[in-house]
């Protein structure tokens, strides 16, 4: 019964799991809803004030309101509501790298509990669909999996939506975000992407792992709404600057 077996083993590995701390493994004497120890938990805080509401960005005074960036007050985003985390650095930073090389099963267990915790605490309407942040099929054959969709699972399972992990395409290759300034990135994946299916009417939920200038969620915005789309929403774990 090898089989039996196994799924023995898998039981007492999470078993022994639930009680040592997701993030750092330090031995939990009380672990709480869900298996973080106090300092982990404190580093990975979601963000609850001192941002903007329309981006995300966040302020330096985290217990400041949240209000418009200047930037949103001049050029409204392209979507409607905004859900995230908190400010892509530290501990949050390390879990997201991590979780991309090593895909852990605590470590996605935690990914999956921050994003409910952002959902519940955006308090978003419930979209109709749920759609990663698409990758060209030959990036995903090199990574081996696209993060986005990734998340969007886990998403969709907290939201109770299965995702349309193709809802979206890349419709052309770009050049690698991170090697260009702002409006570089802007004019890099403006028009990169395209509706893969009738989105006409819907409430569509995009989904990313990090938003840096808002140039990848802008232009997969817009192809939603060229697609008809009746309302854009956006959700990430990570805020960069
Ligand atoms: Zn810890
Ligand atoms: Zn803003």
């Not at 298996?35 to 509401?53: E, F, I, K, S």
């Not at 998403?155 to 260009?180: E, F, H, N, Y």
């Amino acid at each position: 019964m090898v089989g039996a077996g196994l799924a023995r083993g898998l039981a007492a590995v999470l078993h022994a799991a639930g009680r040592r701390c997701q993030f750092c493994a330090a031995v939990l004497e009380h672990a709480g809803d869900f298996p973080l120890c106090p300092a982990c938990r404190a580093l990975l805080a979601p963000r609850v004030g001192g941002y903007c509401p329309d981006c995300g960005i966040c302020y330096e005074d985290s217990a400041a309101p949240a209000y418009s960036c200047l930037a949103c007050r001049l050029g409204k985003p392209p979507w409607s509501g905004v859900a995230f985390h908190g400010p892509y650095s530290g501990a949050l930073r390390d879990l997201i790298h991590q979780y991309k090389f090593n895909h852990d099963h605590g470590l996605g267990l935690l990914l999956r509990d921050l994003i409910r915790q952002a959902w519940d605490r955006h308090r978003l309407p419930r979209p109709d669909c749920v759609v990663p942040v698409p990758m060209l099929p030959a990036r995903v054959l090199d990574r081996g999996f696209n993060q986005s969709a990734e998340l969007a699972c886990m998403l969709g399972k907290v939201i109770g939506i299965a995702p349309l992990l193709r809802g979206l395409c890349k419709i052309r290759d770009t050049r690698a975000q991170s090697s260009l300034g702002r409006a570089e990135r802007h004019r890099n994946v403006a028009g990169a992407f395209e509706a893969a299916m009738n989105l006409s009417g819907r409430h569509v939920l995009l989904v990313d792992d990090v938003m840096t200038t808002g140039a990848t969620l802008t232009a997969c915005a817009k192809a939603c709404l060229a697609a008809k789309a009746r309302r854009v929403d956006i959700f990430f774990l990570g805020r960069a600057v």
